[in-house]
């Protein structure tokens, strides 16, 4: 059984920063992608970023270049550096584990993966 743990939520200011780690365990093929999604209050999910494997992350067009995901050597971390925080970030951050090496194009959308945590609550306010 996959199981995912997301943390490093909080609140902070605009302009802050935070890491949001990701624990995965139960996985048994490294090569299923890893995404962050994010739901903002009264919105629906959307994709923030995905790796897979050893490809280079794919970022959303709203996160790039403030975003960075990565991982750790034992492929079972993962992480998203959140750099220069906006107040229309503010959203429960998920990250999701697909359990298959699934087809590259549809990485982005949310029913592509299997397990997902409870998520973490990111609140960007002045």
């Known amino acids: 059984q996959v199981q995912v743990v997301e943390s490093g939520g909080g609140l902070v200011q605009p302009g802050d920063s935070l890491r949001l780690s990701c624990a995965t365990s139960g996985r048994t093929n490294r090569d299923g992608a890893v995404a962050w999604f994010r739901q903002a209050p009264g919105k629906e999910r959307e994709f923030v970023a995905h790796?897979?494997?050893?490809?280079?992350?794919y970022y959303a067009n709203s996160v790039k270049g403030r975003f960075i995901m990565s991982r750790d050597t034992a492929f079972n971390t993962f992480y998203l550096q959140m750099n220069s925080l906006k107040v229309e970030v503010t959203a429960i951050y998920y990250c999701?584990?697909?359990?298959?090496?699934?087809?590259?194009?549809?990485?982005?959308?949310?029913?592509?993966?299997?397990?997902w945590g409870q998520g973490t609550h990111v609140t960007v306010s002045t």
């Open positions: 790796m897979r494997g050893r490809d280079n992350p």
């Open positions: 999701e584990v697909d359990a298959s090496r699934t087809v590259w194009s549809t990485l982005t959308q949310d029913n592509t993966y299997d397990y």
